[in-house]
């Protein structure tokens, strides 16, 4: 596994991905907002108090709000997106995930980061579907947040 680069991992196309298997990069810090938090409440109708009360989540069990753990990884494409930069595509699209698991609660207020890791990278009819492990990290905690393992399709220009 190499380190991670101080910028995106860049290839001229979509068949270069296989070339980048086992090449990582990571983002900048965001923070998640209380507002931001309570925006998703609304959106998804979730207004679980651990969620979008402070007083009460105060004395829960996690001493503040939470974020929905579908709030951050609804997050990946702002956290990640930015982390492979692939030439020579006329359109890139989120093929799903494998599996995600939420490891740590992220307290409002917090700034989180992805790492990703390009794990592989295959062939298909309509171009390259990219595999990828997406490592949502919070500032000053040693267990990430969420852990993806994440697809997307680059299709290549004609």
């Known amino acids: 596994m190499s380190a ?3 910028g995106p991992i860049r290839v001229p196309s979509p068949a270069a991905l296989a070339d980048a298997v086992g090449q990582r990069a990571t983002g900048e810090w965001f923070t998640i907002a209380q507002e931001r938090i309570d925006a998703f409440a609304d959106a998804t109708e979730d207004h679980q108090w651990i969620h979008v009360d402070p007083e009460r989540a105060a004395s829960g069990p996690f ?9 951050t990884l609804s ?7 930015s982390l492979v930069e692939v030439g020579g595509v ?7 995930l494998d599996k995600v698991r939420f490891l740590v609660p992220v307290p409002a207020g917090s700034r989180v980061r992805a ?7 295959e062939d298909v009819a309509q171009g390259v579907r990219l595999s990828s492990t997406v490592t949502v990290e919070i500032e000053g905690v040693d267990k990430p947040a969420l852990v993806a393992q994440s697809l997307a399709l680059y299709v290549p220009r004609a």
Not at 75 to 81: G, I, V
Request: neutral net charge; charged residues 5%.
């Open 4 to 6: 991670p680069s101080a």
């Open 63 to 71: 001493g503040a709000t939470i974020a929905h753990g579908f709030l």
């Open 75 to 81: 997050l990946l494409p702002r956290l990640a997106s």
């Open 90 to 96: 006329a359109m890139a699209m989120n093929y799903g």
């Open 115 to 121: 790492t990703t890791e390009i794990t592989g990278a």
